[in-house]
């Protein structure tokens, strides 16, 4: 099993700056890739981003392409999403979640998913 537990979540002003953060932990893999993802109220969950175990290739959409940038700390076997520039468009609950494949596969493939942390952003 795998336990993914995201943190940093707020409310910021349009603009504004936040960094959100996925912990690991439990079961290892070694080829994997892990997404972030979101979810508006009355949507469907939609890709944001991923990031291979590697840490050298990185996926997004385009939506956040140029805002939004996912990095890795190995060592405290944590993701990050950076945001900068964000947008009202840009409220939802965000999700981390493991792809135990180094395949990349959309939302239904991902294996482990966090619980979600809720991202607000002003107008």
């Known amino acids: 099993q795998v336990q993914l537990v995201e943190s940093g979540g707020g409310l910021v002003q349009a603009g504004g700056s936040l960094r959100l953060s996925c912990a690991a932990s439990?079961?290892?893999?070694?080829?994997?890739?892990m997404g972030w993802f979101r979810q508006a109220p009355g949507k469907e969950r939609e890709f944001v981003g991923a990031i291979t175990w590697s840490g050298d290739t990185t996926y997004y959409a385009n939506s956040v392409k140029g805002r939004f940038t996912i990095s890795k700390d190995d060592a405290k076997n944590t993701v990050y999403l950076q945001m900068n520039s964000l947008k009202f468009e840009d409220t939802a609950v965000y999700y981390c979640?493991?792809?135990?494949?180094?395949?990349?596969?959309?939302?239904?493939?991902?294996?482990?998913w966090g619980q979600g942390t809720q991202v607000t952003v002003s107008s």
């Open positions: 439990g079961r290892t893999f070694s080829r994997y890739i």
């Open positions: 979640a493991l792809n135990q494949s180094p395949i990349p596969r959309p939302v239904r493939g991902y294996d482990y």
